[in-house]
């Protein structure tokens, strides 16, 4: 039988193991960190196209035609303009959470962003009735709306008088 001289690992081949571990770690985090960002940037891209979507068909088609209804169903967020439209489009791929001011909208409720036609102006927001097809205002407007996840947030400016958004990080 032969005898073998086994010690163990050495202080050098220690550290690299230990460097080397360091490193895939740090590419790792960085890499969720990247994901994590993108969602909310997406996320807040689309809302800022909904606005601007919403503002231009109010002002071509009429008020109705240019409400913007965001609302929750089985856990996503999604939009809609125009209360009779039957087209929806989801806002978020990803683990985000919106709040429009300080509402966070749960399954089945919704915001609805109601366009002025002949000034593009958002004249109020409030909640949509689609059994009833009646709308409830909520008497101002909710200006705000913030994205965020875990690690990363930005925040949509409305500005209610001209119904142009600001994106801040």
Excluded: W
């Excluded at 895939?24 to 990247?34: D, E, K, P, Y």
């Excluded at 087209?87 to 109601?114: C, D, H, Q, R, W």
């Amino acid at each position: 039988m032969k005898k073998t001289n086994n010690k163990g690992l050495s202080y050098v081949e220690l550290i690299l193991v230990i460097g080397i571990l360091v490193i895939a770690t740090g590419i790792v985090s960085l890499s969720i960190g990247i994901i994590s960002r993108n969602n909310v940037t997406a996320a807040v891209n689309k809302i800022d196209v909904a606005f601007k979507r919403a503002q231009s068909s109010s002002m071509a088609k009429g008020d109705k035609a240019g409400a913007l209804v965001f609302f929750c169903e089985n856990g996503s967020l999604y939009y809609k303009i125009g209360v009779d439209s039957s087209e929806k489009n989801k806002v978020a791929t990803g683990p985000v959470k919106v709040k429009f001011g300080s509402l966070e909208l749960g399954n089945g409720e919704n915001i609805t962003y109601m366009y002025n036609q002949a000034t593009g102006s958002v004249s109020s927001s409030g909640t949509y009735d689609f059994g009833s097809g009646s709308y409830s205002s909520s008497g101002g407007v909710a200006s705000y709306v913030n994205v965020e996840n875990n690690s990363h947030t930005q925040h949509i400016h409305l500005i209610p008088q001209t119904g142009k958004t600001i994106i801040n990080d």
